[in-house]
């Protein structure tokens, strides 16, 4: 069954930076693009960027462009996200997911559990 799950969030200072990872299973996701989204409390999920199969191009939203940066590894089936001068409005649970090359959330058919990025002021 194909699965991601992510790692790397927790607690930081504003400024500081986090990396979070996304490991997937299965084939699958070598043919389908893997974006990063988030969502904080009593807001709508909301995409963060995404990068295409092998790693060529990116999308990013303008609140996070020239501070987080998307990468992908095929041969370790992960997919990164380098969050820098981090600031409090980046707080939220950061999803990935995978499937077309797209900002669009109701396009990816796979989604991992989440995790937890909290950004003190």
């Known amino acids: 069954q194909e699965q991601l799950v992510e790692s790397g969030g927790g607690l930081v200072q504003a400024g500081g930076s986090l990396r979070l990872s996304c490991v997937a299973s299965?084939?699958?996701?070598?043919?389908?693009?893997m974006g990063w989204f988030r969502q904080a409390p009593g807001k709508e999920r909301e995409f963060v960027a995404t990068?295409?199969?092998?790693?060529?191009?990116?999308i990013y939203a303008d609140s996070v462009k020239g501070r987080f940066t998307v990468s992908r590894d095929n041969a370790k089936n992960t997919v990164y996200l380098q969050m820098n001068s981090l600031k409090p409005e980046d707080t939220a649970v950061y999803y990935c997911?995978?499937?077309?090359?797209?900002?669009?959330?109701?396009?990816?058919?796979?989604w991992g559990q989440g995790t937890q990025v909290t950004v003190s002021s």
């Open positions: 997911a995978a499937g077309p090359f797209t900002s669009s959330p109701n396009n990816y058919g796979y």
């Open positions: 299965g084939q699958t996701f070598r043919t389908l693009a």
């Open positions: 990068v295409s199969i092998r790693g060529v191009s990116t």
